[in-house]
């Protein structure tokens, strides 16, 4: 299995803390993605980092990824109380011998984060 | 109307009822996903679809019957469910075809509950 696993299952931080996730998989990848989710909803994209690069920013949102040792993180400097969500990370399959990607991803078990006021 | 949308947002059904759950998609796009979100699992990918071919049934049972008429629409048949079946149903659409940045945009989900 490709699957992610996250790290830890739950943070509990205060506002203006910085905020770090880990993410493990298994096998090779095309690329990782990040993704969060407000209670109840659906996921939204926050940051893709291909299997070529080692880091990534988006504006409060720093991830890295390490493919020797198949392991991301993402940081969220400066926390605010609306970052308080469930992240996930998934990994991207390589495309198939047929040299297309039909996009398949897989989840991991998420991480809770919680930011007080 | 932009994005991804999904109908119903609630459904409750009975184990002998049958019921459809709709995803519609704004973006152009031209792959789409079903996945199952239950607590404390990871999201588990159903079906995937491209340009309306399914190329992915992640052994899903048979009491679960997607449907792909174009790009844009996507349905999820449910007859003869059980209760370990609620859960929340997230469909997802991407570019697809040959492109190997897939990024996936959700709708918001039908949080679905078998009586």
């Known amino acids: 299995s490709q699957q992610g696993e996250e790290d830890p299952q739950a943070l509990s931080i205060q506002e203006g803390e910085n905020a770090t996730m880990n993410c493990s998989y298994k096998?090779?990848?095309?690329?990782l993605q990040w993704y969060r989710q407000n209670s109840g909803r659906g996921l939204v994209h926050l940051i893709l980092i291909r299997s070529n690069e080692r880091e990534k920013h988006s504006g409060r949102l720093r991830v890295t990824l390490d493919t020797s040792k198949k392991s991301s993180s993402l940081l969220i400097t400066a926390s605010r109380a609306a970052d308080t969500a469930s992240y996930f990370c998934?990994?991207?399959?390589?495309?198939?011998?047929?040299?297309?990607?039909?996009?398949?991803?897989?989840f991991g078990q998420g991480t809770i984060l919680t930011v007080h006021p | 109307e932009t994005g991804v949308t999904q109908t119903p947002r609630h459904l409750v059904m009975g184990m002998t009822n049958k019921k459809s759950l709709k995803c519609e998609q704004h973006?152009?796009?031209?792959?789409m996903y079903w996945y199952k979100q239950s607590a404390k699992k990871p999201l588990e990918l159903m079906f995937v679809y491209n340009f309306k071919e399914q190329t992915e049934n992640n052994s899903v049972p048979s009491r679960f019957s997607p449907e792909c008429p174009n790009s844009s629409h996507l349905f999820l048949h449910l007859h003869t469910l059980q209760p370990e079946d609620s859960a929340l149903y997230l469909c997802a659409s991407s570019q697809g075809g040959r492109v190997v940045h897939n990024e996936q945009f959700f709708g918001p989900g039908t949080r679905l509950t078998v009586l």
């Open positions: 973006l152009g796009h031209n792959a």
């Open positions: 096998t090779s990848i095309n690329n």
């Open positions: 998934a990994t991207a399959w390589p495309p198939n011998a047929g040299g297309t990607s039909y996009g398949k991803l897989t």
